[in-house]
């Protein structure tokens, strides 16, 4: 066998070694760009997550100062509105009490001034014909 025939040969077996190592570094490619996108991917997500975190401490703190405000306002309703309503109540009850009484005294007083103008009108009538 010559020189060139056992290089043909060497050639011959290594062409399906050259071809692996062909499409392996194609794999490799295929497998650098998709960790490359995997990468990009993971950056994403953490700022998502670091805005996430950024928008849950706003939350946090309008809630915060949303109980506040609540307290406040319940604290002003016990201690201002609640004491005036029930001032108020009491003041339209009593009156409510006295007009009720004096709704049926109203109807006799109405009744005894009927009886009184009648009275006076005779009495006017009597004193005309005598003077």
Known sequence: MTDNEILLAMSNMLDPIREDVLNIREGLRDVKEDVQN???DVQNLK???QNLKEDMQTVKEDVQDIKV????IEITQE???LPRLNTIESCYTSTYGR??????????MKQDMAIVKKVVAEHSEKLQRIG
């Open 47 to 49: 700022e998502d997550m």
């Open 69 to 72: 405000r609540v307290k406040k």
């Open 79 to 81: 201690n201002e509105i």
């Open 38 to 40: 995997l990468k990009e």
């Open 99 to 108: 007009y009720k009484d004096s709704v049926e005294d109203y109807a006799v």
